[in-house]
């Protein structure tokens, strides 16, 4: 059974930093994209950022990019976040996905989910 497990969600200041882990189980996911998406108060669930299984591409949101980082560590079959300068509107649940999809924003097209965990940025 495939488990996806996040963790390193909390609390932090505007301008902090976090960093969100993903720890996936059950099967190898070496030629899959994974990556991180979430879900603020009263929204639909958006994507954040991936990192493909081809050429170790990355892509990220729009408002992610160059504040958040991503990056796998194929032999731990774990995929990270390191979230820098974050502002209140990035409070919201992030949630740990995989897709069969090299390249894709399309939340239908990530097969497998973790349980998401929670970030909160105010003063």
């Known amino acids: 059974q495939v488990r996806l497990v996040e963790s390193g969600g909390g609390w932090v200041q505007p301008g902090g930093s976090l960093q969100l882990s993903c720890v996936a189980s059950?099967?190898?996911?070496?030629?899959?994209?994974m990556g991180w998406w979430r879900q603020r108060p009263g929204l639909e669930r958006e994507f954040v950022a991936a990192?493909?299984?081809?050429?170790?591409?990355?892509y990220y949101g729009d408002s992610m990019k160059g504040r958040f980082v991503v990056s796998r560590d194929t032999a731990k079959n774990s995929v990270y976040l390191q979230m820098n300068n974050l502002r209140p509107e990035d409070t919201a649940v992030y949630f740990c996905?995989?897709?069969?999809?090299?390249?894709?924003?399309?939340?239908?097209?990530?097969?497998?989910w973790g349980q998401g965990t929670q970030v909160t940025v105010s003063s």
């Open positions: 996905a995989v897709s069969d999809w090299h390249y894709t924003y399309d939340a239908q097209n990530y097969i497998h």
């Open positions: 059950g099967r190898n996911f070496t030629s899959n994209t």
């Open positions: 990192k493909s299984w081809v050429g170790g591409a990355t």
